[in-house]
């Protein structure tokens, strides 16, 4: 199996659970729950899930059972993206090509299917039955510390805002690409670890290689802000520029943040080294989030 | 010590513990920390918190250790406060007489220092090291089904939202107060259960009292909108006849609405009569929550 084909696998079983573990559409009250599998299967990528599958069997071999809290990270991913979207933030009307929750639902509606979407991860992961009990448990709190506001997604998402028509600043800047998008990515393959047990060794690769491809990926992201357009991106391109957002290519130019991106995926790379043959899949993704098009 | 006694120690020592868990003011980024406090010392009167140290108590005698996740219950009380009163939902610009999260910090704040009390209350049960493993986790996931969609306090609140300017409906209404204020105070009792380790027949005593003051609750609250004033009540008294809001005088009238708070209230006591001698707080708390002015 290649990696576009794994990709693909791991993608359908991650859309299976989540159709499994998302309150079905016709369940009082049927409006919130239309409104999270709306931006739920919108097209998402599943590059977080997936992150927490390949670290699990990194260190494991295989893993089926990682699909459950892989979903976890979706969950919370899909929230964000609903909350950051609303008028009140960054006042997107597409994501992904489709019309977001709020201009389908309302902003009341789209307010509180991000709140289940959160809520309905951390539940996810409590009931999370053939897990330990002790791993469930951290699980739940690393996933909690990366989405919250110390140097987590929401702590981000707040230096994004504020820092929006102000002179660019370095030190935000790396703040804002660590914790906004970075956290999660991080937590994600730290997740995988914590499912399937990691030694102390394994555990302390798989946290720097999350750190390093969460901050490659970001910084790819602000690249194709610049260079890709609208259709290919699922969103409106050069919308970081117009709104005065603090980004790589402005402050250090395309040619010194493509070298960035890939100085990070190199390092993220050569952090899970000791993992071996098992860890073939994350090596792929390592190259694939700098090469990504989309 | 008398009930008064106890609720104002208890509220103390909630307050203190609060204090210790909510992310300092001056911790990075400080704009949604200072948000986050502004709400959750704005004068609650933490009846979640005690509920649940109080259930603890009429299981296993002391338990000041229960005021660690009695905590994660204001933060989600308060998450959910802050969202409700959003322009796109119940618009309220004044909460226990305090202006309302956004009215001081602005929209895109107040949605962000919501997400992060939720976040926060499920990283405080994760990360309370001295509760065991298992108990941690039944307590997320009790506090999740509580706060999330299904029979959970945001299902209540989107068919709160829908039921504005409808016709009354029984069948609505009853999910409504069962589902938006009363699943969270019977999580409390419920939790507190856990907590303490209570057998079955205990934990279904717990249960059944939370239920019966949770539909109690908030029956007396509907009635105090109607019949209490501004001042007294900390927020705009009359709103839910104005918002044209299912309310229990409006589908019952004043006296047989008090009546069924009574109901509920007795009810209450009764079932927790197995519990003995030590859950005389929870007995002195049912009456409470009819008898209140505010």
Not at 92 to 102: A, I, L, S, Y
């Amino acid at each position: 199996m290649n990696l576009t084909e794994y990709l693909v696998a791991r993608r359908a079983a991650v859309d299976a659970e989540l159709e499994r573990l998302a309150p079905a559409a016709d369940v009082r009250p049927t409006t919130i729950h239309r409104a999270m599998r709306h931006s739920l299967f919108a097209g998402g990528k599943r590059i977080r899930p997936i992150l927490l599958w390949a670290a699990a069997e990194a260190v494991s071999g295989e893993a089926p059972g990682a699909v459950t809290p892989a979903c976890s990270l979706e969950l919370v991913h899909t929230y964000s993206l609903i909350h950051d979207d609303l008028p009140a933030l960054d006042n997107d009307d597409f994501r992904r090509g489709v019309p977001t929750c709020h201009k389908v639902f309302g902003e009341a509606m789209a307010i509180l299917a991000g709140d289940a979407l959160l809520t309905r991860a951390f539940q996810v992961l409590a009931e999370a039955d053939s897990i330990p009990h002790d791993r469930r448990v951290a699980l739940i709190a690393e996933l909690a510390a990366a989405a919250g506001t110390i140097d987590g997604m929401i702590g981000g998402q707040v230096e994004d805002l504020e820092a929006e028509g102000k002179p660019l600043d370095a030190d935000r800047l790396h703040y804002i690409h660590r914790s906004k998008t970075g956290a999660l990515l991080r937590a994600s393959v730290v997740m995988g670890g914590i499912y399937a047990g990691a030694d102390e060794r394994a555990s302390a690769g798989l946290s720097e290689y999350g750190r390093r491809i969460g901050l490659a990926f970001q910084i790819v992201d602000d690249i194709l802000d610049v260079t890709a357009d609208s259709a290919t991106l699922g969103k409106t391109a050069g919308k970081d520029v117009e709104q005065g957002k603090a980004t790589f290519p402005a402050l250090y130019g395309l040619e010194e943040s493509r070298r960035q991106a890939r100085e990070h995926s190199n390092a993220a790379v050569a952090a899970i080294e000791p993992l071996g043959l098992n860890a073939i899949r994350l090596r792929e993704i390592a190259e694939l989030v700098i090469s990504r098009s989309s």
